[in-house]
Nanobody, 125 residues
Framework: QVHLVESGGGLVQPGDSLRLSCGASGGSLDNLVVTWFRQAPGKEREGIQCIDTRHGTISADSVQGRFATSRDDAENTVVLRIDNLKPDDTAVYYC???????????????????WGQGTQVTVSS
């Protein structure tokens, strides 16, 4: 079983940048698809961007170039960088893993194998 832990959330101001990390234990992320989800207050959880060693990154249509996911295989970590943060980015951000066979469904929470506990990001002046 892969145990995921997100970190890096907090209170930030509009226009700031933020790096969220997803660290894994109990297994390697190398052969898994890793996706960042977020859930804003009163809204459904949505897939933002996933990363896979074979397909690179896959983004949701709502992502407008402010989100970038990268892997650090040496640290068994995946990082989400968000630039030009907006109040609408306020949410709990989760990382999740999928088996490779579900890469084409990597933005669909129904196919998640393991979830992290989430990290709160609040964008406010």
């Amino acid at each position: 079983q892969v145990h995921l832990v997100e970190s890096g959330g907090g209170l930030v101001q509009p226009g700031d940048s933020l790096r969220l990390s997803c660290g894994a234990s109990g297994g390697s992320l190398d052969n898994l698809v890793v996706t960042w989800f977020r859930q804003a207050p009163g809204k459904e959880r949505e897939g933002i961007q996933c990363i896979d060693t074979r397909h690179g990154t896959i983004s949701a249509d709502s992502v407008q170039g402010r989100f970038a996911t990268s892997r650090d295989d040496a640290e068994n970590t995946v990082v989400l960088r968000i630039d030009n943060l907006k109040p609408d980015d306020t949410a709990v951000y989760y990382c999740a893993v999928f088996p490779q066979k579900f890469v084409e469904r990597c933005l669909d929470s129904a196919y998640v194998q393991f979830w992290g506990q989430g990290t709160q990001v609040t964008v406010s002046s």
